[in-house]
């Protein structure tokens, strides 16, 4: 089963407005991290949240954990044109592995 | 977070040919990690590299097929072995438990741009 779907699959939104991606997965999960990918390059680590936790802030950024509905979402505030980039979710489990999500492609248009 | 290179950025070779990819740290970590992402997709785990002993690989990946070597707490090597255009990929080294401590958060270098032709 796809463990960290993600939705939408593609987000376009205007500089300023806020943008929100949502994760789900299937099995219990010790933590969720949040990354970031600009055009097919390294990914950069955004936040992590553990199963114990129901919401984190970084700056912009804010993450919310449901371990009951099993889902995580990613909001993006006053987002800027340098914010377009692929989204990933990834849960990890045990040893620290990662099963990442499909992505979130997001343009912030200018 | 660590410093983590990778090389080559990016290399075209040709089927039937191998290529290893070096993932170097600037500090000790514990847990050094190797990811396939294809073009459009998502990461996929390869294996993880365990220092000083066999990497422990995901379903769908074989020893074979992409070697692993961890000699210290701070390298890494892939060898894509035997290529053939569906190994195109991208190819990642990511890192975890900087300075030997237990943490969940992964770096990832910056990849290793794989076309087989």
């Known amino acids: 089963s796809q463990q960290g779907e993600e939705d939408p699959q593609a987000l376009s939104i205007q500089e300023g407005e806020n943008a929100t991606m949502n994760c789900s997965y299937k099995?219990?999960?010790?933590?969720l991290q949040w990354y970031r990918q600009n055009s097919g390059r390294g990914l950069v680590h955004l936040i992590l949240i553990r199963s114990n936790e129901r919401e984190k802030h970084s700056g912009r950024l804010r993450v919310t954990l449901d371990t009951s509905k099993k889902s995580s979402s990613l909001l993006i505030t006053a987002s800027r044109a340098a914010d377009t980039a692929s989204y990933f979710c990834?849960?990890?489990?045990?040893?620290?592995?990662?099963?990442f999500g499909e992505g979130t492609q997001l343009t912030v248009n200018p | 977070s660590a410093v983590i290179s990778q090389k080559p950025s990016r290399d075209i070779c040709q089927r039937g040919t191998s290529l290893t990819i070096q993932c170097q740290v600037d500090?000790?970590?514990?847990?050094m990690f190797w990811y396939r992402q294809q073009p459009g997709q998502s990461l996929t785990l390869i294996a993880t590299a365990n220092q000083g002993s066999e990497a422990t690989y995901e379903s769908g990946f074989v020893i074979d097929k992409f070697p692993i070597s961890r000699p210290n707490l701070t390298f890494s090597t892939l060898t894509v072995s035997n290529m053939s255009p569906e190994d195109s990929s991208i190819y990642l080294c990511?890192?975890?438990?900087?300075?030997?401590?237990?943490?969940?958060?992964?770096?990832f270098g910056p990849g290793t741009r794989l076309t087989v032709t």
């Open positions: 500090s000790q970590v514990t847990m």
């Open positions: 990834a849960t990890g489990t045990s040893g620290s592995r990662l099963t």
């Open positions: 990511s890192v975890a438990g900087l300075a030997g401590g237990v943490t969940y958060e992964q770096y």
């Open positions: 099995t219990s999960i010790n933590n």
